[in-house]
């Protein structure tokens, strides 16, 4: 394939670099420096897409962030698979594969086409609103076919190879955008010594200069732009980042932007050397952000204005200066203002011909419409293209005298031949970014366009604020540089900012127009495009008019106008223009719609960052984890935490089952003794006077006259009466406590007290210290107990020395410990706390002497199964924040005559929590012995009921007992604590009903004396 | 405050003792030695760390009578002794964090105790319980930038300065004890995270980890 | 994301360290057995929701710990100040409002979020012919 319009020379691409790549299964080849749309340009590939809704023929419009058509699915292999890339964007690399992602099943001959021309409005708007919301439940299946044929792009189906990061930045001066004014401002900032960081959405720096035919301190635009560039990067107090994209702009000056890393040169980055990460996404805080993002050129709005060939004018020059590839041969330009005619300079200059210039404007004159009438180019004056002729690529334009105030077409048709049809309607301030704050964009008349709302620590300026003329531009830049680093709070001097020069240009004034008149209405007219990505025309908002929406937002839903990753670049204004015109408003009036981030697709692996595979989340260990890890513990993730769940066992050669091995490890436990790493308790370690009076008011239970040496069991609720957590706090000293949490809950209850101690009670003199890493934690438990740890302690373990509910210190193993006498399983426990460092030789050292007790290591399921047969509640399992501790039948531990109304006491006796059918904590003891209930299972007084039931409860724990020899359950149920005794029934998805009896939460050991022994 | 319970959680013999990176390392195998690494890292294990929470007055008449170093009274601070060895830092109006050699912990905690005689205040020994890592390198601030929210440019974050703050999902006590180094103070259960972290961000610079 | 200054650590922290906990100055009452049912629901659950001026209370979650208050404005997200526990907020509704009516800020009307709304663009414009 040659590259057929390509120019001999010119342009920045480089010509000794070769590419080849491919699209849609066809071999071209480009040069380094193209992006994939000037490379298939180039290679005269007229038609890159099919449109979203009536499947037509479309070619590249643009030349940047706001091309609509060329939208792109990319990566070679599976796994390189992305979805939505822009061709304008994309850097052209050897081997570069891409497909267009509409028009399956190919882009020149499709199925969609032929159903659109078939049933002629295939997709009215509001189609969406009227055939697939209801019913909803069909949505899906609707939704997976217009994916599949209008092709939004698919994601991969293998995992990504690649890498990706996040990067946290700071700055005074964030510079958003490196065209003309960007460069002015970042150097301006620079110089001044503020930490400038740069960025710009392109391949280069350097944004419109790049393709300016002016000059600046008397050099080419683009030959300034590498001087300002080199002076940049030699600066220590600068960071520039080329093909980075600010996509999103958040609160206090948070600003995301894109950087792609390597994209430019492979589908995936480069192997070999050490790993990079292809993108990454850098999270800037900036002090003040300057943002330089430019305008959009807007196109006009006339008949067929989207068959291949109908370009924006800027595109075009940005094509054949930048480039070096002439989209076409024949250019009729279609304008509104003097800046576009520079394409018709740059047109003929490149060699080929320009058939006329229609221009708006009734009497044009200024410096490029005079050069264009020296160079003998026809201007037809107060005309424009109503009609473009040709399908799968222009043949014609039709040329007319128009009325913008009439809106009408007022003298004959010419049809002028041509294979190219450039419109300049203007230019559009990029506004996205500063509307992601939330303020409102203001409407300029003078310049036609809206500018960014005031935002704190955001100046804007040259394009994005309607200032275009460059001499302007640059004035208005270094002037927006001096103020952002000032409001920095960076010193400026004078001489750091001085102005390069730029021949000022007379333009003369431009006109209004966005949707041409036709000579047909335009519900009659051929298609109109506003949004060429969703397929939205003037005729659809037309309608949406009349059909009674006012709402800029509202049409915006109906219509599907500046949708998904268009975000309206291209055709928001000129939509907002024909629904004023409709509803006989004004464009403030009408308002514009809210745009979003981000404001180009952002791949989800740069959202993601580090936050991946094994560095999803924290996985926090023990300091035993090794130890688990080669006993082939299975794990549970509680919290952040790895616990062993259960230990399988292999028994020639069979492993055990997860049933089996709790199963074992429940009857060790019950039987002879059983060990459990219990380290992820939260701890923590209380000192002060007032330490005891704090702990009366946070917990329901009484602490006026816990002796040191002694434990109590302990509930916490919040000021609603609801349980919150529960634990065990040690009297260490008189003034010193060591709590215990949920493991869960460690990090709550600490801020919880901090809360009550800062805000309502800082007259107490206490200090809480979170002491959960420092302590690892191993209980022993089972009947052995006593024995085991007699052989590696000193502490006088005789059960009158040392009783249930003490604790005491010493050694074990030889290393200092905090043993205390509390159980979780009902049996004879001692929890054994040293210093983690030292745990694992504790640990090793009871498993010496553990061998002839048949010490049995337990994890965290045989754990619940113990404390369940022993109605031992576990907060958050069987409590929801909606159970008191009057609803677990928990009185005993409610001090209600203590002197201070501790936390949670006055909700008690609010009515609703005196209501007698509050569900309450009970035991289930299945009919069926066989039968383990589910956990969540609903409970009903009358199986036969019709449905809707009356539900009175539900299932919160259940599990197979070993030790009983049969399934049980805690639940709780409404009023349960007077139904002991009677059958309730638990209904199953299947149709099953299992019947089960209302039981003492208690199931074993009923009078507590084994954990007395 | 007498009505304490002091209580030295070293053990008076040898046993075996693992600091909180000793299952990483083992796991581990070979530690990374890159050619030309931009990053090294290093654990500085089983050093005594004491929380003290109480007023800055008295906290600082107690701690220049007994270490002979002045409390870091400005937020977000650090001091050292003149071997480096001994540090204070503020971790907020009335905490700070001391760490000294291993070993030294319980007796300075005991004199530290004597020292503020009645006042109300607390001392909690959480040597167990944190872990400090020394990071290096010219790469070592782009490490960190890909870590941490706090703006670890150095005129936002000089020598002598140490913060509390976000490090990936995590949470570190970040500080700068000298120009060449950061150190981070890590909670023990993370302290595989937060190494698996470092080494993942480092990978286009090349590390070297040091025990 | 929130660019927030702790009072005690003082300087700027980003939002990650902190978390909100709800409307400042909520009082525990002195006596709760003394409450009425009503007045305890009142204290328990029932929370402003104004647009524009909050105090809010916020913890330093991962620096130093400590609870302090701010004023934000709910609309703009503006933080107008940051305060230590026990201290008055500087800023209040009543102020504002005054402020607000003087650069000719208008309250919702509800429903519609159009933006570019008129009375700012057609200061602007006449600014822009003059
Ligand atoms: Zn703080």
Known sequence: MTQVNRLKQGGRIDRSRPLKFVFNGQQYAGYGGDTLASALLANGVDIVNRSFKYSRPRGIVAAGAEEPNAVVQLGATEAAQVPNVRATQQALYQGLTARSTNGWPNVQRDLMGMVGKLSGTFMPPGFYYKTFMAPASLWMTYEKYIRKSAGLGRSPAEPDPDSYEHINQHCDVLIIGAGPAGLTAAVTAARNGARVIFCDEQEEMGGSLLDSRELIDDMPAAQWVDRILDELSSLSNVTLLPRTTANGYHDHNFVTLHERRTEHLGDSAPTGGRRQARARLHRVRASQVVLAAGAHERPLVYANNDVPGNLLAGAVSTYIRRYGVMPGQKLVLSVTNDHAYRTALDWQEAGCEVVAIADARANPKGELVEKAQSLGIRIIAQSAVIEAKGSNRVSAACVAKIDADSFSVVGRVEELACDTIASSGGYSPVIHLSSHTGTRPLWRDDILGFVPGEVKGLTATGGVRGVYPLHEVIRDAADAGVRATLAAGVKTHAEATTLPQVAARQDGEACALYQVPHRKPSMRAPKQFVDLQNDVTAAGIELATREGFESIEHIKRYTAMGFGTDQGKLGNINGMAIAARCLKRTIPEVGTTVFRPNYTPVTFGAIAGRHCRDLFDPERYTALHQWHVEQGAEFEDVGQWKRPWYFPRTVNGKKETMHEAVSRECLAVREHIGILDASTLGKIDIQGPDAREFLGRVYTNKWAKLDVGRVRYGLMCKDDGMLMDDGTTSCLGENHFLMTTTTGGAAGVMEWMELWHQTEWPELDVYFTSVTDHWATMTVTGPDARKLLAEITDIDLDKDQFKFMDWREGTVAGVPARVFRISFTGELSYEINVQANYAMHVWKTLFEHGEKYELTPYGTETMHVLRAEKGLIIVGQDTDGSVTPEDLGMQWAIGYDKPFTWIGKRALSRPDTRRADRKQFVGLKPKDAKVVLEEGAQIVLDPNQSIPMAMVGHVTSSYYSPTLGHGFALAVVKGGHQRMGETVYLPMVDGTVYEAEIVSPVFVDPKGERQHV | ?211 | MFHIYCPYCEEHREEEEFHPKGQAHIQRPVDPEACSDEAWGDYLFFRDNPRGIHHELWVHAVGCRKFFNITRHTVSYEILETYKMGEKPSITAADLSEKDKQAGVQAASGGWQTVGARPESEALNKEARA
Not at chain 2, 113 to 141: D, P, W
Not at chain 2, 157 to 169: C, D, I, M, R, W
Request: net charge neutral; proline share 5%.
């Open chain 2, 1 to 211: 405050m007498s009505d304490v319970k002091e209580f030295d959680t070293r053990p008076a013999g040898n046993p075996s003792a693992e600091s909180p990176l000793a299952w990483t390392f083992h796991r581990q195998g070979v530690l990374p030695r890159d050619a030309n690494a931009g990053v090294r890292l290093r654990e500085k294990s089983f050093l005594g760390h004491l929380i003290l929470r109480g007023g800055a007055i008295i906290l600082d008449e107690a701690v220049r009578e007994v270490l002979g170093m002045a409390l870091p009274a400005r937020p977000n601070t650090l001091t050292l002794d003149e071997s480096g060895e001994r540090s204070i830092q503020w971790l907020s109006p009335d905490e700070w964090l001391v760490i000294v050699p291993g070993g030294e912990e319980f007796a300075l905690e005991s004199r530290l105790r004597k020292a503020m005689g009645q006042a109300h205040y607390s001392i909690i020994n959480v040597s167990g319980g944190q872990t400090v890592f020394t990071l290096q390198g010219e790469k070592a601030r782009e490490v960190l930038m890909k870590s941490t929210l706090y703006d670890v440019h150095t005129q936002a974050f000089p020598v002598g300065k140490g913060v509390s703050t976000v490090f990936a999902k995590s949470t570190v006590v970040l500080r700068r004890p000298n120009e060449d180094s950061w150190e981070l103070v890590v909670r023990r259960s993370f302290a595989d995270y937060c190494y698996r972290w470092l080494l993942d961000a480092a990978a286009e610079y090349g590390a070297i980890v040091e025990r």
